[in-house]
């Protein structure tokens, strides 16, 4: 009987390894966040070493940085950034159906961890500005314009990180319950006492 050889990562072109480590940091970091993360865990998701890691990525925040940027790009050629329709609600589902644990980074992970704030930020400060666009016509200007404007875009990504946990019930029919509770908000904000 031969003896059994360790495992050896297969050579990979640069930007095909760079891509592989960058999934399995996004699995790996989406299941406790940055700082319970360490490069072992990448390691071990990837089946490569420290030194391969450090070949692409200068450190573990440079990593993170890399999978965030990587889950906003992929997020913007699913949904666009500039002005929403009908279609924008499916093609949500659609994106963190893709790439659930990027999402699950993007807006639950990195909104809770300091130095990666401002990606989260930037992503809200976009949706709260499409929204208030797109509230003008229904909400008088006001501040309860701005509450629509700032709770639209939160309804609509945590009723979608919801649908994510819970299994991703009724994929047709998600969408439209998610716009029935967006609805609602504009609908409470436009209220007139």
């Given at each position: ?74 997020l913007a050629e699913s949904v666009g950034t500039?002005?929403y329709d009908d279609e924008a609600i499916p ?103």
């Open positions: 009987m031969a003896a059994s050889r360790p495992s050896v990562a297969r050579r990979l072109p640069r930007a095909e390894r760079r891509e592989q480590i960058l999934t399995a940091a996004t699995r790996a970091f989406a299941r406790t966040g940055f700082t319970a993360t360490g490069l072992d865990d990448v390691a071990a998701e990837a089946g490569v070493t420290h030194v391969i890691l450090y070949r692409h990525f200068t450190s573990k925040s440079d990593l993170y940085r890399a999978v965030l940027d990587r889950a906003c790009t992929g500039g002005d093609a949500l589902l659609r994106a963190a159906a893709a790439d659930p644990d990027g999402f699950r980074l993007l807006f639950r992970h990195a909104a809770r961890e300091r130095e990666f704030r401002d990606v989260v930020d930037g992503l809200r400060a976009m949706g709260t500005e499409v929204a208030r666009r797109h509230l003008a016509e229904a909400v008088p200007a006001g501040p309860w314009q701005e509450w629509a404007a700032r709770l639209v875009p939160t309804v609509a990504l945590e009723a979608v990180i919801a649908w994510l946990d819970a299994g991703r019930p009724d994929p047709d029919g998600a969408a439209r319950r998610i716009d029935r509770a967006v609805r609602a908000v504009i609908e409470a904000a436009a209220v007139t006492d």
